[in-house]
DNA sequence: GCTAAAACGGAGACAGTCTCCGTATTGTGG
DNA sequence: CCACAATACGGAGACTGTCTCCGTTTTAGC
């Protein structure tokens, strides 16, 4: 890669994380190119399409996401403390920007998103604690971590969209005693 | 209202029930006019905003779900088949149009939407079987009405959203299982 | 029929996405 | 160190969708 390639790649990756912050995940990616001082043909260039640049932002999460999921394994509590230890963490990060958790809802079941690959990290790791629980005969027989992630996926995305500060906690909680044995 | 105008805002309604069943709630409105054979203007004047036009849509909705509700409540049913039966007729119906389902994930908690009286008519409903089956002594302590709503429209979502056919009632059984009495 | 009120519809302003291609920058072999 | 491919830039502009304004048409009551 040309050195200004990368250098109008990282100015971008920087810009679109500050804009995607204050203004979420649909702000326009014109306006990201201005104010990283790229043309449009240049962000496109690098990031064809929205969610390949979400993707991009993506990385950084990924990484703390699945370093939580082997944390809240490590805490050895109790299934009930260490799932909704590990969904909170969970839907925190992946609500950092307004808007994402819905994409990654939607790049979880679809392989042909830029973001699966991610969404399969995540995933991943969201397997290992229901694994690690399930092998210890904690949860009910019959749990499917996949259906797991989509579940709190939906919850971190029903928080996001919300237009009011919406307290996940007592929905996570029913999810939790869904999963849990009696 | 004007003898045209009821025909055209009938018109309207007609046309983007087809569109929005063929192309989800997403689809261009001045297609819709095209379609319904009246000008940009006339669908503006009649729904100003597309969650006007999903709303007015909405109506027969809202009145099946209530009686699904009821329905569900009358078949006497122990909790968990009653809840299934209620969750999985609740989502069918708001998943009739793509991308319906996140849109009344968010008016559910915004009193300024237009869809936001439907959405609690749909609640309330929703409310009755819950408080029902509460009354009855099968649900754990402490289920919230509006947090076992918001769970289930965010499972509606999720399937929505996904790319892939999904099977709700693997997800439905995880909440189900967190709702009602062990 | 006449008239005022109501409603129509489409031209066009505006905003966002995305592409094409002439121009500029880079790094490499001589 | 410089010439010249190869690579990347950037912005004009095509395109699509939203939404409005206002001159024209339709309606309903007298």
Redesign the interface.
Known sequence: MRADARRNYDKILATARIVFTERGTDSSLDEIAKRAGVGPGTLYRHFPTREALVDALMQDWTDRVSADADAAIATGLPARQMLLGWFEHFIDHITLHRGAA?KI??A???P?SPMYRKCRVMSDANRRVIDHLDADGQL?PG??AA??M??V???A??AD????E?DVR??L???????VH?
């Open positions: 819905s809802c939607a979880m079941d679809d042909a009910r749990i499917d259906n797991v989509r579940l996926s939906g919850v995305s029903v969209t919300s237009h009011t919406l007592p929905m909680e029913v999810v939790v005693d869904g999963i009696d």
